[in-house]
Every structure is written in C-alpha cells, then in structure tokens.
C-alpha cells in the first residue's frame, strides 16, 4: 500500500506579495508537517508541468495564453483584487495542475493506491475563462478530465471540504452528467456561491453550513446528503479539493473543524473510494491560512490515506 506525495520547488516560488494570505509560507508548512518520520514511507514525486491539452480540456485556449502572456518578469500583476502573479507563478501553476494529472496517471496505473499533491496557486476558484480567488488553473478539474478522456473512466467526482465553495469546479462540471462535484462550505462567504439550489444537472451537491457550525453539521451533512448522492453516482475516480480553512484556527473563515474532522472525512472518501473506484483517489491541496492548522491538517490527511 502506497501513497504518493507530489510537490515541486517552484510551487513555492509563486509570490502574490507581502502579507498575501495564500503565501510560500504555506507549502512550507504543509512539507515540514510530512517530512517527520511517520511519513517516511511517501513515495515523494516532482510533479511535471501539465501539458497544454491537459489545460484545455478545462479552460479556453485563449484564456490560457492571456494567463501566461500576463506573467511578469519581475514585481507583480494583479488579475483581479486577491489574485497576483510573480515571474515564477506561469510555471508554479502549471506544475501545480501537473501534479494532479500525474497522480491520476499513477493510481490509474495502480502504480500507487492513492496520492496527495503539495501545491500551490490552488485551484478550486479558477472557472474555465477566469482565474479568480488566488487560484489560476483548476487544478482538480483538469485531473478529472485526464482521468476520463485519457483513461476512460466512465465517471469522476471531486469532493471539496475547503471552507469555501469551489465556484470554478462547478462552473467546469456543471452541463456534464459523467462528472460529479460535492461541496462543503461556509455560506454566506466568499465567492458568493454554492447555495443548495445549484444542482447543475443533477450532478452538483453543495451544502452550505453556517458560520460556526463545527463538527456535527459538517459531518452530518457529509453522511446524509455528500455520500448518499456519491453512492449512487459510483464515481471510478475520487478527487479531493483538500482545502484546510475549515480549521477552527483559520483568519479567512470561522466553520470550528479541527484535525479530527479531517481524519474522519478523508476515512469517508478513503472508503467510498474502495467500494466504487478500486480505492483510486488523488487529494490536491486547496486553502489552509493558519500554518500550524494547515500543517496539522494535512498530516492528519495524509497520514489517513497512508493507512488505507
Ligand atoms: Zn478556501
């Protein structure tokens, strides 16, 4: 039983500026946190770039050239109020999207009972033509569609536990029966969507908590509305959206989830992966802003998909 660990120094060369929540500083925690011995056994990985196909299963090619074209040689580009481009952050996203598409191309090839890619910009914002809410490519969209079209898994769910809806996913999956995408997250918060109403065509589960809301709600709503509707769509691949803003100790969110609850959620998938997918399952990190919480988190998250 292997887990893969994907990561690449230049993720942590992507610089939105000082004082940017969605910091290097970030990555660093999460490698410090699984680099201790409980974690020697990771198969660790560098993660390719993602191919240009790979992008544009996902996103408009000329929104792809306008993404790159806008990265700067030096200082920073604002594509929109809190999503900023450095001269590393071109080749940072498109590592960070390789990663993805590499670890499906691994667990697919039962090279690796599953993996957890250590990356950064995120992805679960991005929407095919707009990169939005520090995230630039969609990262777990763009692995789905590998994992179809590539290696014709009839259907691909992505799950999404950060603390904030993952408007870009939704936006890619929405009109496509064969993909599937469940969201947890506080409402209302930042981007504005994931009311229970967008069910796209029948393949969208969003489940807003309130703020505050803390373990039971969220796990109740996993156990009775998330993985009943996983359940019956049988997905034969799970992505994790592994957002750790959730966490009670977060400044951009106020949910009260601890290390815990993201023990018990990965077990969920874990399981759900094994009754419908051959236990496939590639977890790609999203947010995470308090770096004690976000290290912890996400060994607590890795150290679940170790035992599985
Ligand atoms: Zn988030």
């Known amino acids: 039983m292997t887990t893969l660990l994907y990561t690449h120094p230049v993720c942590l060369e992507h610089d939105p500026g000082l004082h940017h929540p969605e910091s290097p500083a970030r990555l660093r925690a999460v490698l410090a946190a699984l680099s201790s011995s409980q974690f020697a056994e990771l198969d660790r990985r560098e993660a390719p770039k ?5 992008l544009l299963r996902v996103h408009p090619r000329h929104h792809v050239e306008r993404i790159l074209k806008a990265v700067p040689m030096a200082g920073h580009v604002a594509i929109d109020a809190d999503t900023v481009l450095s001269a590393a952050s071109g080749r940072a996203a498109l590592h960070a999207a390789g990663a993805v598409t590499a670890a499906v191309d691994a667990v697919v090839g039962k090279e690796a009972d599953n993996a957890f890619c250590a990356v950064r910009p995120p992805g679960h914002h991005a929407e095919p033509d707009r990169a939005m809410g520090f995230c630039v490519f969609n990262n777990a969209a763009i692995g789905a569609l590998r994992a179809r079209e590539v290696h014709g898994l009839e259907r691909v769910a992505v799950v999404d536990f950060d603390v904030h809806h993952g408007n870009g996913t939704q936006a890619a999956f929405e009109t496509d ?11 209302p918060l930042y981007p504005g969507t994931g009311a229970a109403d967008e069910t796209g065509v029948g393949n969208i589960v969003n489940v807003p908590l309130r703020p505050m809301s803390g373990s039971g709600p969220f796990r109740r709503a996993l156990s009775e509305r998330v993985l009943p509707a996983l359940d019956d769509f049988r997905p034969r691949l799970v992505i994790i959206s592994a957002g750790f803003d959730a966490h009670r100790s977060d400044p951009l969110a106020q949910l009260m989830l601890d290390e815990s609850d993201y023990v018990w959620v990965t077990e969920q998938l874990v399981e759900l992966a094994y009754r419908h997918a051959e236990g496939r399952l590639v977890s790609t990190l999203e947010g995470g802003y308090d770096l004690q919480a976000l290290g912890a988190s996400a060994a607590a998250h890795v150290g679940v998909l170790m035992a599985a």
């Open 50 to 54: 993602a191919a240009l196909e790979d």
């Open 177 to 187: 029966e064969n993909l599937f995408y469940a969201s947890t997250h506080q409402y």
